[in-house]
């Protein structure tokens, strides 16, 4: 089984910065991607960043320009850079791991961003 350990939430002011980080162990045979996702209370879960281990990124229109996603092959690990925090981007920012054919959660980290 794989599992994701996701580190890096706490409490922040408006324009702050925060880096998680999400570390994937287990049996690992290839990773197609890694991204992270995140749920804010009272609503659904919003997608916000993905990479590849080839380098490739792609970014949600309401992160794009201050979140930054890399990762680290070697460490099977991926990193969200959160620059320029907004409130509204309080929420719990989950990891998630694609294999080949299967999808694997983090259990989350909670990122709370204060006025």
């Known amino acids: 089984q794989v599992h994701l350990v996701e580190a890096g939430g706490g409490l922040v002011q408006a324009g702050g910065s925060l880096r998680l980080s999400c570390a994937a162990s287990?049996?690992?045979?290839?990773?197609?991607?890694m991204g992270w996702y995140r749920q804010a209370p009272g609503k659904q879960r919003e997608w916000g960043a993905r990479?590849?281990?080839?380098?490739?990124?792609e970014y949600a229109d309401a992160v794009k320009g201050r979140f930054t996603i890399s990762g680290d092959n070697a460490k099977q690990t991926v990193y969200l850079q959160m620059n320029s925090l907004k409130p509204e981007d309080s929420a719990v920012y989950y990891c998630?791991?694609?294999?080949?054919?299967?999808?694997?959660w983090g259990q989350g980290t909670l990122v709370t961003v204060s006025e």
């Open positions: 990479t590849t281990p080839g380098g490739t990124t």
């Open positions: 287990g049996r690992i045979f290839r990773i197609i991607a």
């Open positions: 998630i791991y694609e294999g080949p054919l299967f999808e694997y």
